[in-house]
């Protein structure tokens, strides 16, 4: 499996947001391995997109959107649930990410599991909080490197079969965009 390339973040996010459908997660935990194919993505651009992060200024939570691509972006949201994302947008754009919602679990199930507090498989990683939680994604891997071999990052998977796109879930802004992207396995 390889490890997916800065240059695979460095296009426009759109495009990241549909092309990393049917890549897979890989997480180490001590001496476990968790792993999933993402089947569920947003995209969040910058200056046309008002439900993004990066809409405004640059603060020191939405500061790594702005930086180098193929960044963690780690957020907490709700006051209960941290959110994974990867930084990815085009050289002429000023910042962007990319928000994993969903992963179809392969390896470390049972680890998963506990992690969730033994849900139903069904609903293990149909979430952003859900998949957070099961691969315990905290603010600790807030700007982490998904190129390199680490505790988290992002390789080569599966060819979608067929991908739909729909508006994005839960925002109130930018609500015509079509940037919701899923597959199914």
């Not at 476990?32 to 200024?57: C, L, M, N, V």
């Not at 982490?144 to 879930?169: A, F, H």
Request: hydrophobic share 35%; charged share 25%.
């Amino acid at each position: 499996m390889s490890i997916l390339t800065r240059e695979f973040y460095l296009q426009d996010t759109v495009s990241v947001a549909k092309n990393i459908l049917g890549k897979r997660i890989i997480r180490k935990i001590g001496n476990q391995t968790a792993s999933g194919i993402i089947t569920e993505t947003e995209a969040y651009r910058h200056t046309d997109d008002p439900a993004s992060h990066a809409f405004g200024k640059i603060t020191d939570r939405n500061k790594v959107m702005f930086g180098e691509v193929g960044i963690a972006y780690v957020y907490f949201t709700y006051g209960m649930h941290y959110c994974f994302n990867v930084v990815a947008r085009s050289p002429r754009a000023a910042a962007g990410a990319v928000l994993i919602r969903a992963m179809e679990p392969e390896r470390g199930i049972k680890e998963m599991l506990r992690n969730r507090s033994n849900v139903n498989l069904k609903d293990l990683t149909n979430g952003p909080g859900k998949l957070t939680q099961a691969l315990q994604i905290t603010k600790e891997h807030y700007g982490l490197d998904l190129t390199k071999k680490s505790e988290l990052y992002i390789t080569d998977g599966i060819k979608p079969r067929k991908i739909t796109r729909s508006p994005r879930v839960g925002i109130r802004k930018a609500t015509d965009k079509l940037w919701n992207f899923k597959m199914k396995i």
